[in-house]
């Protein structure tokens, strides 16, 4: 079964530093995300991406995050000056064209940022 | 912004028993979703519906949408159902076109053989 892939799984960094968090949706579908989960708390939508560019966005996704499809297949999320309350598992999901299709998660990123 | 409330937070069950989570959420929607959350921390989207029932093996979704509410139910539960359990909205009359979700705290549940 055809399955979003994320990379790192795990992925250590100092505060200040940036960090590109990668992501292989599946390959037909057009419609990308990124959420994530800070230890012990609620999933957060932190950005909805189509046709190139942001479809909507949560106040969490501020200035320091940025969202790109650099080539025809990896997703990337990009945190420029990381910051200690950045530390969270981040999931990717996409999913295909349509109104009502389900959401395909990746097995996530866990940021530490120390 | 929707509040969205789950219940219960915990749940044990004896293998083999009809287990029910409820949600409930505060304005109108036109979709909600139910995840599951394995113990690893993955993801997996259960069910998307915006009226009535769906079911899918031992799993069933209703959906109550002048109550807003929703039950997931899991007939003949088993220990490999052990999993937190989070349903979740799109912004208030958004469309089921939003994924920009608002998340339950989700339901713990453990099913003991």
């Known amino acids: 079964e055809p399955e979003v892939t994320q990379t790192p799984s795990h992925q ?4 200040g530093q940036e960090v590109i968090l990668r992501c292989v949706p599946i390959s037909n579908h057009l419609y990308f ?44 999320l990009k945190i420029r000056s990381t910051k200690l309350e950045d530390s969270a598992m981040y999931f990717c999901a ?6 009502n299709e389900k959401l395909f998660f990746g097995s996530g990123t866990q940021l530490s940022v120390l | ?7 219960p937070q915990n749940l044990t069950a004896q293998e083999g028993e009809f287990i029910t989570i409820n949600c409930s959420y505060s304005v109108g929607i036109s979709a909600l979703h139910w995840l599951q959350q394995h113990p690893g921390g ?60 608002t998340f339950g705290k989700g339901t713990k549940l453990s099913v003991i053989p």
């Open chain 1, 94 to 99: 996409s999913r295909e064209q349509g109104s």
């Open chain 1, 12 to 15: 250590v960094t100092q505060m």
């Open chain 1, 33 to 76: 995300y990124w959420y994530r989960q800070i230890l012990g708390q609620k999933v957060e939508f932190l950005v909805s991406f189509y046709n190139n560019e942001i479809s909507e966005k949560s106040e969490i996704f501020d200035d320091q995050f940025s969202v790109e499809r650099p080539d025809g297949s990896n997703f990337t």
């Open chain 2, 1 to 7: 912004k929707n509040e969205v409330e789950q219940s």
């Open chain 2, 42 to 101: 993955g993801i997996v989207s259960l069910f998307m519906l915006s009226s009535g029932k769906k079911k899918h093996g031992r799993l069933i979704a209703t959906i109550n949408i002048q109550e807003k509410h929703s039950s997931l139910h899991i007939t003949a539960s088993h220990p490999r159902d052990s999993a937190v359990y989070i349903c979740a909205v799109p912004p208030p009359y958004s469309g089921a076109g939003s994924y920009q979700l």
